[in-house]
């Protein structure tokens, strides 16, 4: 799932963890995790083109809100993997 590899990366993991905390500009989200700018710009178009934040426009400033409905279906995704990982694991393939 794409959300569970943009969020292996540790910048974009804490990215998503401030916005969790609520909406936030870029200048905050530079502020707060001492990325530069071009950084923390580029790894917000990687998680709005999967729909994992989304931007407000707000006078000169755009604000970052996370899509807790996509968070919501990674986990989901997970914990059906888990499910199966578990419901399988003590049958062997023969070779």
Not at 50 to 57: D, H, I, L, N
């Given at each position: 799932?794409?959300?569970?590899?943009?969020l292996?990366?540790?910048?974009?993991?804490?990215?998503?963890?401030?916005?969790?905390?609520?909406?936030?500009?870029?200048?905050?989200?530079?502020?707060?995790?001492?990325?530069?700018?071009?950084?923390?710009?580029?790894?917000?178009?990687?998680?709005?083109h999967?729909?994992?934040?989304?931007?407000?426009?707000h006078?000169?400033?755009?604000?970052y809100?996370?899509?807790?409905?996509?968070?919501?279906a990674?986990?989901?995704?997970?914990?059906?993997?888990?499910?199966?990982?578990?419901?399988?694991?003590?049958?062997?393939?023969?070779?």
């Open positions: 799932m794409e959300v569970v590899r943009l292996a990366d540790p910048a974009r993991a804490a990215i998503v963890d401030v916005l969790a905390a609520g909406p936030a500009c870029t200048c905050h989200l530079v502020e707060d995790l001492g990325l530069t700018q071009p950084n923390v710009s580029n790894h917000l178009r990687a998680l709005r999967a729909g994992v934040v989304s931007a407000e426009p006078g000169r400033y755009t604000y809100h996370l899509n807790a409905d996509a968070l919501d990674a986990a989901a995704h997970l914990s059906a993997l888990a499910a199966r990982a578990r419901a399988a694991a003590d049958s062997r393939r023969e070779c």
